[in-house]
């Protein structure tokens, strides 16, 4: 079970950053609002657990359920807000919220098989 979640996390980890690269490439946004600082600021936070997350490591899951929180409550605030292309917000919400609740889980499987080895 341990594995699923881990999978789960990473999957709904890339979902997001696929999501995101589209919600932020795709639409016409505003010329106000350039689309490299819009990559820059949605995508440069996801990058930074990368590597604990694709080793499975537990510490780097614990705090990328806090990262998943500001793109949960983003995706929450878009979702109200945004008249159109509220798809994206939606997918925003459903993978960060799936990120977050996977590595909540992944986190206490892994203590529970640590203890029974020690």
């Known amino acids: 079970m341990t594995y699923f979640f881990k999978r789960l996390a ?3 980890y890339f979902g997001l950053m696929i999501s995101l690269i589209c919600w932020i490439t795709l639409p016409e946004h505003s010329s106000l609002y350039p689309t490299s600082a819009l990559l820059i600021i949605g ?27 500001l793109y949960l409550s983003h995706g929450i605030g878009e979702v109200y807000s945004a008249t159109e292309y509220s798809v994206y917000a939606a997918l925003e919400v459903l ?24």
């Open 95 to 118: 993978f960060s919220s799936l990120v977050f609740i996977a590595s909540i889980i992944f986190i206490r499987l892994n203590a529970k098989n640590a203890k029974k080895f020690t």
């Open 10 to 12: 990473l999957t709904s």
């Open 43 to 69: 995508l440069v936070p996801l990058l930074f657990p990368l590597r604990g997350m694709l080793h499975g490591k537990p510490y780097t899951h614990a705090w990328t359920g806090f990262l998943m929180l």
